[in-house]
Structure formats: structure tokens, C-alpha cells
């Protein structure tokens, strides 16, 4: 198997563990782009980005991964918003 498609299919078994797991209703995107990988969406904790994380190191290992993943505010402000 070249490196492309082993990149491919450790892509894909990554996508079908998230769909398994609490982390599959997230909406998270994996790309692969180039020699890299890229891993991009919004998750609603810390907690969850954390657990994301190391389940793609743990899948991907070996692999440049590149993360664009934020963590949703959920929280009440602290302060009223100023509006002008």
C-alpha cells in the first residue's frame, strides 16, 4: 500500500472511531492535505477537545497533524455586553 492510501485508510479508521464514540456527533472534519493531516471544527468543552485530541495522536501517530479545533463558550458572561 503507498503512503497516500495509508493515509487514506488511517483517515477513515479514525472517522469511523469518532462515529463510534460520544465524539462522533461533533462535526469534526479530517482533511488530508498534502503530507499533513488537518483536523478542524468546534467541540463544546475543553473536556472534549482534550479527549479529540488524543484519540487522532493516538490514531495518527507518526502523521503531521495540524489542529484548528476551538472549544464553544457555554458559559454565561461575566459581564454585560456594552453596546453602543
Known sequence: ????????????????????????????????????????????????REELLRTVNEELDGLTVHFDVVVAESAAPDHPEEVS
Do not use: F, Q, W
Request: glycine letters at 8%; hydrophobic letters at 35%.
Open 1 to 48: 500500500m503507498n503512503d497516500r492510501a495509508n493515509v487514506e485508510y488511517r483517515i477513515a479508521h479514525l472517522k469511523e472511531r469518532l462515529a463510534a464514540e460520544e465524539l462522533g456527533e461533533l462535526g469534526i472534519r479530517v482533511e488530508s492535505r498534502g503530507s499533513s493531516v488537518t483536523v478542524v471544527g468546534t467541540v463544546p468543552t475543553s473536556h472534549c
